[in-house]
Structures are given as structure tokens and as C-alpha cells.
């Protein structure tokens, strides 16, 4: 058997997620993490364009970004089609769907990869019960925005977590509470 390192990443994502549903359908695990390793090969997803790492230092140059455009949007449509998964199969615990009952997020941890930016990062936060928005922009304060970590706070005290900070956050974000 080969190591997560030798895989096909891409040609693996659907399974990777087919094991995460299993896995919240049989109360296996309540906490799951996918990243894309380093190692991803482009050339599965029609980007010549060697690493995955040189994609993202585009330049904000066109054609750079349409790679990056391209790399983002097979991603998403896994994760699409993973959540729509997660969204039609019933909890076998609770009322609702497996979607309803967990929190999902799909991010990353750069706002803009080509400067190395962790500002502004963009994050999708779906399920859970949480009131979602269609896009929201943390508010500014001091000609700086909000922490990330006001976010994970929000979400680790919707699931019940007793606490009142995380890392970094100055406060819990309204608007995001249960539906």
C-alpha cells in the first residue's frame, strides 16, 4: 500500500470524502480534518503548471491566476459535492440532516498566497445549525479587521465549548448563532 505521500491527492479526494461521511454517518469520529498535501499534482486537474506551491506565487499576473482560478474551483466542486452528500443523508442521532448537525468549513490559511497575506483569509463556514450569511466582511476597527479567531471562538462556543476565548479572539461575532 502506498503512503499518503505516494497517493493521487486528486484522483483520491472523493474517496478521502466518501471516509469522512462514513465516518460521521457511523458516529466514528465527531472531528475531521482533510489538507491538500504539498505534494499535489496539478497535472490530474488539467494545470501544467508544476507544484501547487508555484501556482499559488502567481503574480497576480492573468494567466497565473487563471491556474489558481482553475486548482480553487476543483476543490470546491468536491467539496460541493461532499456537503450535497452530507446535506441528503439523514443523522442517525438527531433530527435533521448530517449537515445540519455539523459544522463544516472550507478555508485557507493565506488571504493572498502569492505575498505570503494571512489578512483577509477566506473562509466558508456551512451547516451546523449557525444563521448563515451570503458573504461576510468582519467589521473594522482601528483600520483593522477582527480576528479570524473571533470566528473559531464563535463556532467552539456554538458546539459547546464553556469558553469565552481562543488564541487571539477579543469577542464572539453576532449573527452567527443558531438558526
Same mark, same amino acid.
Given at each position: 500500500?502506498?503512503?499518503?505521500?505516494? $497517493?493521487?491527492?486528486?484522483?483520491? +479526494?472523493?474517496?478521502?470524502?466518501? %471516509?469522512? *461521511?462514513? /465516518?460521521?454517518?457511523? #458516529? $466514528?469520529?465527531?472531528?475531521?480534518? +482533510?489538507?491538500?498535501?504539498?505534494? %499535489?499534482? *496539478?497535472? /490530474?486537474?488539467?494545470? #501544467?503548471?508544476?507544484?501547487?506551491?508555484?501556482?499559488?506565487?502567481?503574480?497576480?499576473?492573468?494567466?497565473?491566476?487563471?491556474?489558481?482560478?482553475?486548482?480553487?474551483?476543483?476543490?470546491?466542486?468536491?467539496?460541493?459535492?461532499?456537503?450535497?452528500?452530507?446535506?441528503?443523508?439523514?443523522?442517525?442521532?438527531?433530527?435533521?440532516?448530517?449537515?445540519?448537525?455539523?459544522?463544516?468549513?472550507?478555508?485557507?490559511?493565506?488571504?493572498?498566497?502569492?505575498?505570503?497575506?494571512?489578512?483577509?483569509?477566506?473562509?466558508?463556514?456551512?451547516?451546523?445549525?449557525?444563521?448563515?450569511?451570503?458573504?461576510?466582511?468582519?467589521?473594522?476597527?482601528?483600520?483593522?479587521?477582527?480576528?479570524?479567531?473571533?470566528?473559531?471562538?464563535?463556532?467552539?462556543?456554538?458546539?459547546?465549548?464553556?469558553?469565552?476565548?481562543?488564541?487571539?479572539?477579543?469577542?464572539?461575532?453576532?449573527?452567527?448563532?443558531?438558526?
Amino acid at each position: 500500500m502506498k503512503s499518503p505521500m505516494e $497517493s493521487d491527492f486528486v484522483k483520491d +479526494l472523493p474517496l478521502f470524502y466518501d %471516509l469522512i *461521511l462514513e /465516518a460521521f454517518k457511523s #458516529d $466514528s469520529s465527531r472531528f475531521i480534518t +482533510l489538507e491538500k498535501p504539498k505534494s %499535489l499534482n *496539478l497535472d /490530474a486537474i488539467g494545470v #501544467d503548471a508544476g507544484s501547487y506551491h508555484g501556482v499559488s506565487h502567481h503574480g497576480q499576473k492573468p494567466g497565473g491566476i487563471e491556474k489558481m482560478a482553475k486548482v480553487d474551483s476543483f476543490f470546491l466542486k468536491e467539496m460541493t459535492r461532499f456537503l450535497d452528500k452530507m446535506k441528503s443523508t439523514k443523522d442517525p442521532l438527531q433530527d435533521g440532516s448530517l449537515l445540519d448537525n455539523t459544522v463544516a468549513l472550507f478555508g485557507s490559511g493565506m488571504g493572498n498566497s502569492s505575498s505570503h497575506s494571512n489578512k483577509d483569509c477566506p473562509v466558508l463556514l456551512l451547516g451546523g445549525g449557525l444563521k448563515h450569511q451570503t458573504h461576510f466582511v468582519g467589521p473594522v476597527e482601528n483600520r483593522e479587521r477582527l480576528p479570524l479567531h473571533d470566528l473559531w471562538l464563535t463556532v467552539l462556543q456554538h458546539i459547546g465549548c464553556p469558553i469565552d476565548r481562543y488564541n487571539r479572539s477579543t469577542s464572539s461575532l453576532t449573527g452567527f448563532g443558531a438558526a
